[in-house]
T-cell receptor, first 112, second 111 residues
Framework: SQKIEQNSEALNIQEGKTATLTCNYT??????LQWYRQDPGRGPVFLLL?????KEKRKERLKVTFDTTLKQSLFHITASQPADSATYLC???????????FGTGTKLQVIP | DTAVSQTPKYLVTQMGNDKSIKCEQN?????MYWYKQDSKKFLKIMFS???????INETVPNRFSPKSPDKAHLNLHINSLELGDSAVYFC??????????FGPGTRLLVL
């Protein structure tokens, strides 16, 4: 069965450093990989989507990579700020009307 | 001008009761979803509708019945509520690439 694992339940990092979150998947060949941010008491918010034929995608301080050989996506936040503290979810997707399966999430805490 | 809205935001009820949650989206998306997020924060899909047609039906007790009167609305009716149904239920809609737009969630507590 499909399995999606995010590197750790929680990650603490000093303000200004780069946070790197990992998403590994097995028994799956997604065409897309999505990343979401969820704040306490709120619904997830879409951040970035990367396609299988893209190695890297950037948006402001965010960078996502997608390695279909390793079956892994890395999510980087550069110059992290306390406001980046949240839970980040990865979601591989086959496209179209196929279901989006979410990872278990990594809770990021940026310490001032 | 909320994109995806849900009502109610909170729902506290007794075991055995029947309750409904409503969802509306004004994004013009064709596909809508119901997700359940349990106490461990794991987000799991329950149902998906595309243009009022059920296209995803995960292993969910048949006490849960979704209804889509039109492509902008997706409601969830739950019969005979059980303690294990306590969770946060999120509605979402999506574009063709599957990018999900979530509502604020409905926090259900079954006593």
């Amino acid at each position: 069965s499909q399995k999606i694992e995010q590197n750790s339940e929680a990650l603490n990092i000093q303000e200004g450093k780069t946070a790197t979150l990992t998403c590994n998947y097995t028994n799956y060949s997604p065409a897309y990989l999505q990343w979401y941010r969820q704040d306490p008491g709120r619904g997830p918010v879409f951040l970035l989507l990367i396609r299988e034929n893209e190695k890297e995608k950037r948006k402001e301080r965010l960078k996502v990579t997608f390695d279909t050989t390793l079956k892994q996506s890395l999510f980087h936040i550069t110059a992290s700020q306390p406001a980046d503290s949240a839970t980040y979810l990865c979601a591989p997707h086959s496209g179209g009307y196929q279901k989006v399966t979410f990872g278990t999430g990594t809770k990021l805490q940026v310490i001032p | 001008d909320t994109a995806v809205s849900q009502t109610p935001k909170y729902l506290v009820t007794q075991m055995g009761n029947d309750k409904s949650i409503k969802c509306e989206q004004n994004l013009g998306h064709d596909t809508m979803y119901w997700y359940k997020q349990d106490s461990k924060k794991f987000l799991k899909i329950m149902f998906s509708y595309n243009n009022k047609e059920l296209i995803i039906n995960e292993t969910v007790p048949n006490r849960f019945s979704p209804k889509s009167p039109d492509k902008a609305h997706l409601n969830l009716h739950i019969n005979s509520l059980e303690l294990g149904d306590s969770a946060v239920y999120f509605c979402a809609s999506s574009q063709e690439d599957g990018t999900q737009y979530f509502g604020p969630g409905t926090r259900l507590l079954v006593l």
